[in-house]
């Protein structure tokens, strides 16, 4: 991620480009100095555009944890951060504290689709660049604007398997570099609908399957497969959910061992890792008095090579985050579960133990709990296998973000917590959360559509 980080560094300086939080004005796209106000027109100038918003990329999805069941909360601890995150773990949406941890970042995604449609449309003015680069980094625009609308659809939408898409209010669709559109939202069909056509071009476009250590946060066609097949599974659509994850573990279905080894799934330099974008944990790890749930740690039995290597043990009666500061998006262990889920519930339970479950089980148990796992989940009925899939996307994909996005898809459980003496509730309408406050003061008609 070093070359990330420094590249920006230098680009920074080079020149800039902000849209207000109004989208309303733009300064000059292009601010170099010295040499006064230019668009851009070279490769390396579009690229740098792009990877200044790889760099500015959002990590909502880390923060999601908070409101799962994979979070507790200790004692406080003075000068800790805790009230940053309090409200988002209690579900007290209304009226939060004013120290609240948000999710703010609307604009920062809206901004990458901003620069993602300048990319695509003046795509044909880009010089010096090759053929093969300029497909590759327009490629990349697909997927960036792609992505971003799909994490804003399931952070900001009611769940597509929980509602009537075509007749459900979604976000904003945004297709063009205009400062001035006033952005008003679509259904949630015809959201994942546009993020289809996106990342279906996208993995048309790109050509690179890879990228080098330091240059491996950028998207490559695995990764517009690999986001294909999160679509289809998040809309229920088991057919195409299980033929991309296919694809995907075919083209990188590389696992690490858990037992033996040392390195973690979520790291950038992982086998697993496909990209490594968005930056994991690092609050949770050691920002705030949050703390691993026990009743979560409880799902890993002993000899599951997660429990110790993703969490360790301060005291003996408390848990701790230990699984790395990871930059992760997207990893071959996802397009596993994906398969084994989708196989499940097309009734093919033989295939999706035998293809999926035991290939990624085979490195993350001992020989003696991958057995007796095994033989457990053979005598499984269909609903019984499918919710032990659930419970091993839990412990698999823990603390990685994705924890939120299965319990609003799947069982939308209610959970309960108690601080303070009081007690707060997770019920259904609270997995969809409220549009920020910076969108609808900007645009009080938002929510019309």
């Not at 035998?354 to 095994?374: F, N, V």
């Amino acid at each position: 991620m070093k070359t990330k980080n420094i590249l920006y560094s230098l680009l920074s300086g080079f020149f800039c480009c902000h849209i207000l939080t109004t989208m309303t004005s733009c300064d000059s796209f292009l601010d170099i100095t010295p040499t006064g106000m230019v668009i851009a027109t070279t490769g390396a100038e579009y690229r740098a555009m792009l990877t200044k918003e790889y760099d500015a990329f959002p990590s909502d999805r880390y923060k999601t944890s908070v409101r799962t069941d994979e979070v507790n909360y200790a004692k406080v601890k003075v000068n800790s951060e805790w009230e940053n995150y309090l409200d988002l773990w209690r579900w007290k949406d209304e009226d939060p504290s004013s120290t609240t941890l948000t999710f703010e970042n609307w604009t920062q995604y809206y901004h990458a689709i901003y620069v993602s449609n300048y990319i695509i449309e003046h795509q044909n003015d880009i010089v010096e660049i090759s053929a093969e680069d300029k497909a590759q980094l327009v490629g990349e625009a697909y997927m960036m604007r792609g992505y971003c609308h799909f994490l804003l659809v399931n952070l900001y939408a009611e769940a597509y398997t929980h509602c009537i898409p075509s007749k459900t209010r979604g976000v904003p669709i945004m297709l063009e570099a205009n400062v001035n559109a006033v952005p008003r939202s679509s259904s949630v069909e015809a959201v994942y609908q546009q993020v289809l056509a996106d990342v279906i071009t996208a993995e048309d476009m790109m050509n690179k399957t890879s990228w080098e250590e330091g240059y491996n946060y950028r998207f490559n066609k695995i990764s517009a497969t690999a986001l294909l097949a999160r679509t289809y599974l998040y809309m229920g659509n088991w057919q195409e959910a299980l033929t991309a994850a296919k694809k995907v573990i075919a083209s990188h279905g590389d696992l690490v061992d858990l037992v033996n080894g040392t390195i973690l799934p979520d790291n950038y330099k992982s086998v697993e890792n496909i990209v490594a974008l968005e930056k994991l944990n690092a609050d949770l790890k050691s920002g705030i008095e949050a703390y691993p749930n026990t009743d979560f740690i409880a799902r890993y039995k002993s000899g599951d090579g997660r429990r110790l290597k993703y969490f360790r043990r301060p005291t003996s009666t408390t848990w701790a985050l230990q699984k790395t500061d990871g930059y992760c998006s997207f990893r071959s262990a996802e397009a596993y579960l994906t398969a084994a889920e989708a196989a499940c519930q097309m009734g093919n339970t033989t295939g999706a133990i035998d293809d999926y479950m035991k290939p990624l089980l085979q490195k993350r148990l001992s020989a003696a709990l991958y057995a007796t796992t095994i033989s457990n989940i053979e005598a499984m009925t269909q609903a019984q296998l499918l919710q032990e899939i659930y419970d091993e996307r839990a412990r698999e994909l823990a603390f990685e973000g994705h924890r939120w996005y299965d319990l609003r898809r799947t069982t939308q459980e209610t959970l309960t917590r108690t601080y303070g003496g009081q007690t707060y509730t997770l019920t259904p309408e609270k997995y969809t959360i409220r549009f920020p406050s910076v969108a609808v003061e900007a645009n009080p008609e938002i929510e019309i559509w």
